[in-house]
């Protein structure tokens, strides 16, 4: 995110009464422009993605939270803020944490004495969501219950240890990957209160602003508690603004201002060539969004898919000078940032003593190296000066290493010839009230980069050679819908199905929670499949090996006995899941007793059993959210629900009972639940450690529970009893090793972040879709089946300008002793021992396969073993640079 | 109908969703104009602390 | 050991004859009384060179990289332990080896057994448990139980963990209840002693390198004490270097270290060079239930990452 | 390591290994302040250091 300041035109004194214009004056890079005016441009485009996001719901109007009233009762938002390090409070958490640090009206001043640090804090969950009687948000905003949780862990690491937290909530939604975990750890490991109640009301007491709260506790008695601090857990609301815009390009919005969506094609809206992502799409959180950000691009790709690479520019490259054997002649270029660093270091001082260095040709302070200026200016000095090394003292190469590499690359030097050091992070920011010592420290880490430049040599990066057809590894919804986009935009792709047929679990199905017909729109995509003169299918098929790495994997496979090979540049991995089958509630014993995919059978075929049911009861978590399998299955809840209403519908007067531990029907699936209730389904909810005993007496099938309202065991007679069982990985350990791709605990493949990585694999060149990930319903399924075609898509795009990095390791086989360490240590399988050659048996590092980490550098005992970039003697002089007194 | 494709998309929204799908579509080789109504792009996520479950700074 | 040495011979003259390997690897008289050298034997009629007694201190496992064909090799206990190690670390493979295993029944400690005499001893015998000396001013009769090296007195494998053929009956294992009693008082000393202790143990060192030059997992083609770029240690005798050099060699041998004690064997200064190498045998068998040379399927543990291992001294 | 160094007579607090990522900036500061903290309080250390005089 760019840190950049902006002007408020509504308030700016000198737009608005042309006085001031003090910041013009004081802006060292002249960046202030006051004439600038609102523009309008025409721009001309193949396809639009609308993502416009969310506002969090503004809570003024709940006049039983007393938002707008209390200064001690924020939004979780503003919770957000006073954790972050860099907000209002610096991350410590104290009460009115909205009033200034240093209030200046009177009355403020007066409440901020009372300041404190607070010893008791309540989330109260659902502001804003799942509510129809204070706001017309009927939905559920799937975020809200996991950010509380955060929220209150944090907050206690951020207090130390007496910190009592506490979420007030209906029901606890954690459905996704890991959060269940993260939810019970809460409780186990962080001791935060989880309350099941609506709070009725809140009041204040007026001399110490601390907050009383009443509540019905689960016994039904009227609780009063205080705290210090109530968090609001707004939900995601779809502003006014969007849903104006949305009217004006013409798409069709669901009652409550999200798009309308089709399952099957998650990411398109009514309007062709529009495309929505994010929160827009349905309330989500962040993987989902970049599910969808990904999503968006395939399909809006594949409807370009023709006029790919016809606006794209690409950039001239520099021929590179030749400096290996020069006597090194370094740069040192020292940035100000403004006052950044200047206002603490004297950075005059510190570019004189730069130049006093051995091999230091030329130093130079600049206000911004950064800027556009100082970039040409640096060529031009690199140029004129015959400098073949580069040392910048400036801010984090974390976000410029790349930025000033170019400008090296511009005036043909190598890119690793270029050592940065941050005298702003590490120095200015951290000793701003010592700014001797801070200079002082300066000079040292301008010593220690250019000690260390010195030994730089110029690095080669390898050029990977992309074979440009894909394998996808299952052929179900995910799997075929991403190599169906990537068919689309060109390129050769083969699915492997191990069964003989394509689509997978959702044959399975009867019907989306949206209510569309699961056969035909899967029959139609297996069609459109097939038809694809892009795509092969391999039925009947399975991966014996793979081998090799991106942009050249080999695999053996077999089809019928009969074993061929295929070579490819990319895969994906689609293999799904499969569901649970129940070891308890008698399953297996009673044919009345099924499982949800059994029911949807019935649906399917209209089984006339069905017409003589009079009572139904579902029970939810058989298999999920229990010790030995603690995910939650994310789907099962809007499942049965769906099951319920449509045997409601068939027959209003059936007796439908769904016993549940919290019903979690995340986004819009919330208004089934409404609906459900609304026929008369009876909601039954259970503890984990008091489940349902099912009883088969003579022919009448028995469900015993206790009842959360009535705290009384109630006995059902039913007719058929379906279990929610759970949704469970393949696990498929050879797979995993196949690519060298890691599986969590539970069996299910581990992405490459959780949040920014969610469809792709850390092993570059190997892409993840469906419930091989995490359980998901269809349209989750297809769109990270999307999501992984356009990730993939990216590399395939830029084949002919894939590059290893150049800091890597390398051997020198000469004190190699063969001892194989480096071999066994490394995670990503870079060293082998050469099979020819003249340093046959020796180590040797495959340069694509190598991510530079050092683990086979630190432990070869041989010396043998070298890190590029960062060489053992480059870090050596750094260290005795950095012993030497100035 | 033969109209001539135009290879670039208009995105609009500069939060993380709409970034990441600008950044995409730039990377397979399409060009993007990408619309934000604020001053910075960044969205809801960049005013977050931290994310769950791996307490990773949104930053 | 007569019978041993009478095998071993028969052994070796058969696997020569039939061409089965083109050397032998063992041990033959030296030429002070109570000294043996490793030898190489690649003719028949030399098979008579071959001996076996309390004497063959050193390590064979150290002699049998960089040949070509295949060869035969003596193995004790720990010799054997060294030759899973080299196996493992891709340094020979098995089929390249002949394994001719000698259940050990101990080394002697020369030093002390010449520390019983003023002159130099002038003849060496044994007969099972008896070592006779003799000198020119005098005779000892000795019990050999007495006299055993220290690592040999706690040797918990004397039977060779990998043989082909085997020269005798396998002997009895002894288990300890304290295998590292040396290890276990240093580590009850305050800092400081420690310290001390380590100091005076180093004093004499005259960086030969015979311990490095002696250890068989000692076999990196350039050690980084003789590296210059970078220079990881000072190559003279300043203390610090001394001490540095016996720490980071002894941390190269972690988890691969056998104590067969040719390190102490080979030191002409008598320094029991152990003293470091034990501490990590220690540790490594109680964070990772490891002994070094068991399994020819295992790395050692600090080759490899497993979930399991130990991160309690991550703070 | 710290096993070994400790075991020659250099004390335990001198050796320190921590995980931190990159986003637990408080982590980083604690840490480097609690071994600071421990190794001022052991004073300096002569031992495995040159003596260049």
Same mark, same amino acid.
């Given at each position: 995110?760019?840190?950049?300041?902006?002007?408020?035109?509504?308030?700016?004194?000198?737009?608005?009464?042309?006085?001031?214009?003090?910041?013009?004056?004081?802006?060292?890079?002249?960046?202030?422009?006051?004439?600038?005016?609102?523009?309008?441009?025409?721009?001309?485009?193949?396809?639009?993605?609308?993502?416009?996001?969310?506002?969090?719901?503004?809570?003024?109007?709940?006049?039983?939270?007393?938002?707008?009233?209390?200064?001690?009762?924020?939004?979780?938002? #503003?919770?957000?803020?006073?954790?972050?390090?860099?907000?209002?409070?610096?991350?410590?958490?104290?009460?009115?944490?909205? @009033?200034?640090?240093?209030?200046?009206?009177?009355?403020?001043?007066?409440? %901020?004495?009372?300041?404190?640090?607070?010893?008791?804090?309540?989330?109260?969950?659902?502001?804003?969501?799942?509510?129809?009687?204070?706001?017309?948000?009927?939905?559920?905003?799937?975020?809200?219950?996991?950010?509380? &949780?955060?929220?209150?862990?944090?907050?206690? #690491?951020?207090?130390?240890?007496?910190?009592?937290?506490?979420?007030?909530?209906?029901?606890?939604?954690?459905?996704?990957?890991?959060?269940?975990?993260?939810?019970?750890?809460?409780?186990?490991?962080?001791?935060?209160?989880?309350?099941?109640?609506?709070?009725?009301?809140?009041?204040?007491?007026?001399?110490?602003?601390?907050?009383?709260?009443?509540?019905?506790?689960?016994?039904?008695?009227?609780?009063?508690?205080?705290?210090?601090?109530?968090?609001?857990?707004?939900? @995601?609301?779809?502003?006014?603004?969007?849903?104006?815009?949305?009217?004006?390009?013409?798409?069709?919005?669901?009652?409550?201002?999200?798009?309308?969506?089709?399952?099957?094609?998650? !990411?398109?809206?009514?309007?062709?060539?529009?495309?929505?992502?994010? !929160?827009?799409?349905?309330?989500?959180?962040?993987?989902?969004?970049?599910?969808?950000?990904? %999503?968006?691009?395939?399909?809006?790709?594949?409807?370009?898919?023709?006029?790919?690479?016809?606006?794209?520019?690409?950039?001239?490259?520099?021929?590179?000078?030749?400096?290996?054997?020069?006597?090194?002649?370094?740069?040192?270029?020292?940035?100000?940032?403004?006052?950044?660093?200047?206002?603490?270091?004297?950075?005059?001082? $510190?570019?004189?003593?730069?130049?006093?260095?051995?091999?230091?040709?030329?130093?130079?302070?600049?206000?911004?190296?950064?800027?556009?200026?100082?970039?040409?200016?640096? &060529?031009?000095?690199?140029?004129?000066?015959?400098?073949?090394?580069?040392?910048?003292?400036?801010?984090?190469?974390?976000?410029?290493?790349?930025?000033?590499?170019?400008?090296?690359?511009?005036?043909?030097?190598?890119?690793?010839?270029?050592?940065?050091?941050?005298?702003?992070?590490?120095?200015?920011? !951290?000793?701003?009230?010592?700014?001797?010592?801070?200079?002082?420290?300066?000079?040292?880490?301008?010593?220690?980069?250019?000690?260390?430049?010195?030994?730089?040599?110029?690095?080669?990066?390898?050029?990977?050679?992309?074979?440009?057809?894909?394998? +996808? $590894?299952?052929?179900?919804?995910?799997?075929?819908?991403?190599?169906?986009?990537?068919?689309?935009?060109?390129?050769?792709?083969?699915?492997?199905?191990?069964?003989?047929?394509?689509?997978?679990?959702?044959?399975?199905?009867?019907?989306?929670?949206?209510?569309?017909?699961?056969?035909?729109?899967?029959?139609?995509?297996?069609?459109?499949?097939?038809?694809?003169?892009?795509?092969?299918?391999?039925?009947?098929?399975?991966?014996?090996?793979?081998?090799?790495?991106?942009?050249?994997?080999?695999?053996?496979?077999?089809?019928?006995?009969?074993?061929?090979?295929?070579?490819?540049?990319?895969?994906?991995?689609?293999?799904?899941?499969?569901?649970?089958?129940?070891?308890?509630?008698?399953?297996?014993?009673?044919?009345?007793?099924?499982?949800?995919?059994?029911?949807?059978?019935?649906?399917?075929?209209?089984?006339?059993?069905?017409?003589?049911?009079?009572?139904?009861?579902?029970?939810?978590?058989?298999?999920?959210?229990?010790?030995?399998?603690?995910?939650?299955?994310?789907?099962?809840?809007?499942?049965?629900?769906?099951?319920?209403?449509?045997?409601?519908?068939?027959?209003?007067?059936?007796?439908?009972?769904?016993?549940?531990?919290?019903?979690?029907?995340?986004?819009?699936?919330?208004?089934?639940?409404?609906?459900?209730?609304?026929?008369?389904?009876?909601?039954?909810?259970?503890? &984990?450690?008091?489940?349902?005993?099912?009883?088969?007496?003579?022919?009448?099938?028995?469900?015993?529970?206790?009842?959360?309202?009535?705290?009384?065991?109630?006995?059902?007679?039913?007719?058929?009893?379906?279990?929610?069982?759970?949704?469970?990985?393949?696990?498929?350990?050879?797979?995993?090793?196949?690519?060298?791709?890691?599986?969590?605990?539970?069996?299910?493949?581990?992405?490459?972040?959780?949040?920014?990585?969610?469809?792709?694999?850390?092993?570059?060149?190997?892409? @993840?879709?469906?419930?091989?990930?995490?359980?998901?319903?269809?349209? #989750?399924?297809?769109?990270?089946?999307?999501?992984?075609?356009?990730?993939?898509?990216?590399?395939?795009?830029?084949?002919?300008?894939?590059?290893?990095?150049?800091?890597?390791?390398? +051997?020198?086989?000469?004190?190699?002793?063969?001892?194989?360490?480096?071999?066994?240590?490394?995670?990503?399988?870079?060293?082998?021992?050469?099979?020819?050659?003249?340093?046959?048996?020796?180590?040797?590092?495959?340069? &694509?396969?190598?991510?530079?980490?050092?683990?086979?550098? %630190?432990?070869?005992?041989?010396?043998?073993?070298? @890190?590029?970039?960062?060489?053992?003697?480059?870090?050596?002089?750094?260290?005795?640079?950095?012993?030497?007194?100035? | 109908?033969?109209?001539?494709?135009?290879?670039?998309?208009?995105?609009?929204?500069?939060?993380?969703?709409?970034?990441?799908?600008?950044?995409?579509?730039?990377?397979?080789?399409?060009?993007?104009?990408?619309?934000?109504?604020?001053?910075?792009?960044?969205?809801?996520?960049?005013?977050?602390?931290?994310?769950?479950?791996?307490?990773?700074?949104?930053? | 050991?007569?019978?041993?040495?009478?095998?071993?011979? *028969?052994?070796?003259?058969?696997?020569?004859?039939?061409?089965?390997?083109?050397?032998?690897?063992?041990?033959?008289? /030296?030429?002070?009384?109570?000294?043996?050298?490793?030898?190489?034997?690649?003719?028949?009629?030399?098979?008579?060179?071959?001996?076996?007694?309390?004497?063959?201190?050193?390590?064979?496992?150290?002699?049998?990289?960089?040949?070509?064909?295949?060869?035969?090799?003596?193995?004790? /206990?720990?010799?054997?332990?060294?030759?899973?190690?080299?196996?493992?670390?891709?340094?020979?493979?098995?089929?390249?080896?002949?394994?001719?295993?000698? =259940?050990?029944?101990?080394?002697?400690?020369?030093?002390?057994?010449?520390?019983?005499?003023?002159?130099?001893?002038?003849?060496?015998?044994?007969?099972?448990?008896?070592?006779?000396?003799?000198?020119?001013?005098?005779?000892?009769?000795?019990?050999?139980?007495?006299?055993?090296?220290?690592?040999?007195?706690?040797?918990?494998?004397?039977?060779?963990?990998?043989?082909?053929?085997?020269? /005798?009956?396998?002997?009895?294992?002894?288990?300890?209840?304290?295998?590292? =009693?040396?290890?276990?008082?240093?580590?009850?000393?305050?800092?400081?002693?420690?310290?001390?202790?380590?100091?005076?143990?180093?004093?004499?060192?005259?960086?030969?390198?015979?311990?490095?030059?002696?250890?068989?997992?000692?076999?990196?083609?350039?050690?980084?004490?003789?590296?210059? /770029?970078?220079?990881?240690?000072?190559?003279?005798?300043?203390?610090?270097?001394?001490?540095?050099?016996?720490?980071?060699?002894?941390?190269?041998?972690?988890?691969?270290?056998?104590?067969?004690?040719?390190?102490?064997?080979?030191?002409?200064?008598?320094?029991?060079?152990?003293?470091?190498?034990?501490?990590?045998?220690?540790?490594?068998? *109680?964070?990772? *239930?490891?002994?070094?040379?068991?399994?020819?399927?295992?790395?050692? =543990?600090?080759?490899?990452?497993?979930?399991?291992? =130990?991160?309690?001294?991550?703070? | 390591?710290?096993?070994?160094?400790?075991?020659?007579?250099?004390?335990?607090?001198?050796?320190?290994?921590?995980?931190?990522?990159?986003?637990?900036?408080?982590?980083?500061?604690?840490?480097?302040?609690?071994?600071?903290?421990?190794?001022?309080?052991?004073?300096?250390?002569?031992?495995?250091?040159?003596?260049?005089?």
């Amino acid at each position: 995110m760019p840190l950049k300041y902006a002007i408020n035109p509504d308030i700016c004194l000198k737009l608005t009464k042309d006085k001031c214009g003090t910041c013009e004056e004081v802006c060292p890079a002249n960046a202030i422009d006051y004439t600038q005016t609102e523009e309008h441009i025409t721009i001309n485009a193949g396809s639009i993605i609308y993502s416009p996001g969310f506002t969090p719901f503004d809570p003024s109007k709940f006049d039983n939270y007393q938002y707008a009233n209390f200064p001690n009762v924020i939004t979780s938002m #503003e919770f957000e803020r006073i954790l972050s390090a860099t907000g209002p409070t610096m991350g410590h958490v104290t009460t009115f944490p909205k @009033l200034p640090l240093n209030p200046k009206k009177k009355k403020d001043k007066l409440l %901020a004495q009372k300041r404190k640090d607070p010893k008791k804090i309540a989330w109260f969950q659902c502001v804003g969501s799942r509510d129809i009687n204070k706001c017309d948000n009927p939905y559920c905003s799937s975020v809200c219950c996991m950010y509380a &949780v955060k929220e209150a862990i944090i907050a206690k #690491e951020h207090a130390g240890g007496d910190l009592d937290c506490s979420i007030f909530y209906m029901d606890m939604r954690t459905p996704g990957k890991e959060f269940e975990k993260y939810y019970e750890n809460a409780k186990d490991k962080h001791g935060i209160n989880f309350i099941r109640t609506k709070v009725h009301s809140v009041t204040e007491n007026p001399e110490t602003h601390d907050l009383n709260i009443r509540y019905v506790d689960d016994f039904g008695q009227i609780v009063d508690d205080t705290y210090d601090m109530i968090v609001l857990s707004v939900g @995601l609301e779809i502003s006014e603004e969007t849903k104006a815009l949305s009217e004006k390009l013409g798409i069709d919005l669901t009652s409550n201002g999200f798009c309308k969506t089709n399952s099957f094609e998650p !990411v398109t809206s009514s309007r062709d060539g529009i495309y929505i992502s994010g !929160v827009f799409n349905n309330p989500k959180d962040i993987p989902d969004s970049v599910l969808d950000a990904s %999503a968006a691009a395939s399909a809006a790709g594949d409807a370009l898919s023709s006029a790919r690479d016809t606006l794209t520019k690409s950039v001239e490259k520099i021929e590179e000078i030749n400096v290996v054997g020069e006597r090194p002649r370094i740069g040192a270029f020292i940035c100000d940032c403004g006052s950044n660093i200047k206002g603490v270091v004297d950075c005059e001082a $510190v570019t004189e003593y730069a130049k006093t260095l051995p091999y230091v040709e030329f130093a130079d302070e600049s206000m911004y190296a950064c800027s556009q200026d100082a970039q040409s200016k640096m &060529v031009d000095f690199i140029k004129e000066k015959n400098l073949n090394r580069i040392v910048i003292a400036a801010c984090t190469p974390k976000t410029h290493e790349p930025l000033f590499q170019e400008t090296l690359a511009n005036s043909g030097l190598n890119k690793y010839l270029f050592e940065m050091t941050n005298i702003r992070n590490h120095n200015s920011w !951290v000793h701003k009230n010592n700014p001797d010592i801070a200079t002082q420290k300066a000079k040292d880490l301008v010593r220690m980069a250019v000690a260390k430049a010195a030994l730089a040599e110029p690095l080669k990066e390898e050029k990977i050679n992309v074979n440009d057809s894909v394998v +996808v $590894v299952g052929g179900g919804l995910a799997g075929m819908t991403s190599a169906k986009s990537l068919a689309t935009q060109g390129y050769s792709t083969h699915i492997i199905e191990k069964n003989n047929q394509l689509g997978g679990e959702a044959h399975k199905l009867y019907k989306t929670a949206q209510g569309e017909d699961v056969q035909t729109q899967l029959n139609e995509l297996i069609k459109e499949v097939e038809n694809n003169d892009n795509i092969t299918v391999h039925c009947n098929t399975t991966l014996e090996s793979a081998d090799g790495f991106v942009g050249n994997f080999k695999s053996t496979l077999k089809s019928d006995d009969k074993e061929f090979e295929l070579e490819y540049g990319i895969a994906v991995l689609a293999t799904g899941a499969k569901a649970f089958v129940p070891d308890e509630y008698e399953y297996g014993n009673d044919e009345r007793i099924i499982t949800s995919l059994d029911l949807d059978k019935m649906f399917k075929v209209n089984d006339t059993k069905l017409d003589t049911i009079n009572s139904a009861v579902f029970i939810q978590c058989v298999g999920s959210r229990q010790p030995d399998r603690p995910y939650c299955s994310r789907v099962c809840c809007t499942h049965s629900i769906d099951n319920a209403i449509e045997l409601k519908k068939r027959n209003p007067k059936m007796n439908v009972f769904i016993i549940y531990r919290d019903i979690r029907t995340y986004g819009e699936s919330e208004l089934l639940y409404k609906e459900a209730r609304n026929l008369g389904v009876i909601f039954i909810r259970y503890e &984990v450690d008091k489940k349902p005993e099912v009883t088969i007496k003579g022919k009448n099938l028995f469900i015993k529970v206790t009842d959360h309202v009535l705290n009384m065991p109630v006995e059902i007679k039913t007719d058929m009893l379906t279990l929610a069982t759970a949704i469970v990985p393949r696990k498929d350990e050879k797979l995993a090793n196949f690519f060298k791709v890691p599986l969590n605990d539970e069996g299910f493949f581990i992405e490459k972040h959780a949040k920014l990585g969610p469809a792709e694999f850390a092993t570059s060149g190997v892409f @993840l879709a469906g419930s091989g990930h995490y359980p998901k319903p269809v349209n #989750e399924a297809i769109t990270q089946g999307r999501a992984s075609a356009s990730r993939a898509l990216t590399l395939l795009a830029k084949k002919d300008s894939l590059f290893t990095s150049g800091i890597i390791a390398n +051997v020198d086989p000469l004190k190699c002793s063969e001892c194989g360490v480096c071999v066994s240590i490394c995670p990503y399988s870079a060293p082998m021992f050469a099979t020819e050659g003249r340093f046959e048996g020796k180590a040797e590092v495959n340069p &694509v396969l190598c991510k530079g980490c050092g683990l086979c550098v %630190a432990s070869c005992r041989s010396g043998a073993l070298h @890190l590029r970039g960062f060489d053992t003697n480059q870090i050596f002089s750094q260290i005795f640079a950095l012993g030497e007194v100035v | 109908m033969n109209k001539q494709l135009i290879g670039s998309v208009v995105v609009i929204g500069g939060g993380i969703s709409g970034m990441l799908s600008a950044l995409d579509l730039a990377n397979s080789g399409y060009y993007v104009y990408l619309v934000e109504k604020g001053p910075s792009i960044g969205g809801v996520m960049a005013q977050l602390d931290k994310t769950f479950p791996t307490n990773d700074c949104a930053m | 050991m007569d019978t041993y040495i009478n095998k071993i011979r *028969e052994l070796s003259l058969k696997l020569l004859k039939k061409k089965e390997v083109v050397k032998v690897i063992g041990f033959t008289k /030296g030429t002070l009384p109570m000294a043996t050298s490793p030898i190489a034997i690649s003719l028949e009629q030399d098979v008579e060179k071959l001996i076996f007694n309390s004497t063959c201190g050193l390590n064979l496992a150290n002699y049998i990289r960089n040949h070509k064909g295949k060869i035969a090799v003596i193995a004790k /206990g720990c010799d054997s332990r060294n030759i899973i190690t080299h196996i493992v670390e891709n340094q020979i493979p098995r089929e390249q080896l002949h394994i001719i295993g000698v =259940p050990c029944k101990g080394m002697i400690d020369k030093t002390k057994v010449a520390s019983l005499f003023d002159d130099d001893i002038i003849e060496f015998s044994e007969d099972n448990d008896t070592l006779l000396l003799k000198s020119s001013s005098k005779e000892e009769r000795l019990n050999k139980q007495d006299y055993l090296r220290e690592n040999c007195k706690l040797c918990m494998h004397k039977n060779p963990v990998i043989y082909d053929d085997l020269v /005798g009956d396998l002997v009895d294992e002894q288990t300890l209840d304290t295998p590292y =009693p040396d290890v276990e008082q240093i580590e009850n000393m305050d800092a400081d002693t420690k310290w001390q202790h380590f100091d005076k143990l180093t004093k004499n060192c005259i960086r030969c390198y015979a311990c490095r030059n002696a250890c068989p997992i000692c076999y990196c083609p350039t050690c980084f004490v003789d590296e210059s /770029g970078p220079q990881w240690v000072g190559k003279g005798q300043d203390k610090t270097d001394v001490n540095t050099f016996h720490f980071l060699r002894a941390f190269h041998c972690a988890g691969r270290c056998t104590d067969c004690g040719a390190c102490v064997e080979a030191c002409p200064m008598d320094i029991n060079v152990r003293d470091f190498t034990r501490k990590l045998n220690k540790d490594s068998f *109680e964070l990772f *239930e490891w002994e070094a040379g068991l399994d020819l399927t295992k790395r050692p =543990p600090l080759d490899a990452y497993s979930p399991n291992d =130990p991160n309690d001294f991550i703070k | 390591m710290g096993n070994l160094l400790e075991h020659m007579g250099i004390e335990r607090d001198r050796v320190h290994f921590s995980w931190i990522s990159s986003a637990e900036a408080t982590k980083f500061v604690d840490v480097v302040k609690e071994i600071s903290e421990k190794v001022r309080a052991l004073g300096p250390n002569k031992k495995l250091v040159k003596d260049y005089n």
